[in-house]
């Protein structure tokens, strides 16, 4: 891939939105404009040969919610517009190129983790985002190949580009150290998750095994706002973590019940799967309601979690909590 990928977010419409960026509508709208655009550049400059290049890039283009990245994007705004580097113009399109990178490492190892996740040896599921699934259309050989170019593909976004500044290079060992243990802790949770069908859980096990397949990711995500946001060694970056722990968690509870109580057509996926595959889930511990109200109990704590910082503008963490507790997708 070429050393030349780089971003031009030296603009005043840019450097406004880093600085007075407060709502949550506002993040999306910006990820929702330019992150697709940078994922279809990546993989352009990684030239892959057809059929590949052509399943990587279905598997990227219908993002979904593309919670990970806006984790990561909302952290990082909320930090950097509390440091005393808010006003430096330079500095802030610098560490936005370093988050945009992040945004895309994450959501490619996302994107490549639900494609293995839909192969028949694992869920055998036929549809995602509303669409046919990857090897559905490509066939399996291509599918699994393309999640591993994706995985491949994210670690190069990550460490390439930092090897002129010694400062960058350490974020950028940073970024990947963060995303290649809990890319492991989620391959892990998987297994667990699978291992753990037709078992009966305990609710601490069933924790386990979610804080590592879903939980993980998401810990990244927030982790890796924060370093680019120049946090690597703060209390801060504690604090974030325990609520990407929490919301984590809070996430995939809800997923449990979605998965109950939602149709295919608004899931985007098969409705049902986790019970047909007779998974551990906590509907299957708790029932609908109790799993429910273990959600929301969760989803009250990482406000909780949040509320109590003084991190500036943290209302865009408050608003994604908000927004992922009344999801229904």
Known sequence: MSNDFIFDFSTPHTTAFIQNAKHLDQVRQWQTEHLPKLLDLILTQASLPEPLNA??????????????????????????????HKNHKNNLTK??????RAMMA??????????HDDLPCMDDD????????????????????????????AFE????????????????????QILSTRARRMVSGQMLDIKGENQILTQDELEAIHRDKTGALIEASVM???????????AALSDLKLYARTIGLAFQVQDDVLDITADTITLGKPAGSDEKLEKSTYVKLLGVDGAQDYANELFEEA???????????NNLLLQITDWLQTRKF
Not at 56 to 61: E, G, I
Not at 224 to 234: D, H, L, R, V
Not at 303 to 313: D, L, P, S, T, Y
Request: with cysteine; charged share 20%.
């Open 157 to 176: 976004v990550l460490s390439e580009y930092y090897e002129e500044a010694p400062a960058d290079e350490a974020v950028a060992y940073r970024l990947t």
């Open 224 to 234: 890796m706002g924060a370093i680019c946001a120049g946090a690597a060694q703060t």
């Open 126 to 153: 036929a549809l995602r985002r509303g669409q046919p699934t990857c090897h559905i259309v490509y066939g399996e050989d291509i599918a699994l190949l393309a999640g591993d170019a994706l995985q491949s593909i």
């Open 106 to 115: 994450v959501e490619l190892i996302h994107s490549y983790s639900l494609i």
């Open 303 to 313: 406000r909780a979690q949040v509320k109590i910082k003084h991190w500036g503008n």
């Open 55 to 84: 399943a990587c890039r279905y598997a990227m283009s219908n993002g979904g919610k593309r919670v990970r990245p806006l984790l990561a994007l909302s952290t990082f705004l909320m930090l950097i517009q509390t440091g005393d």
């Open 95 to 100: 560490k936005l190129q370093m988050v945009c």
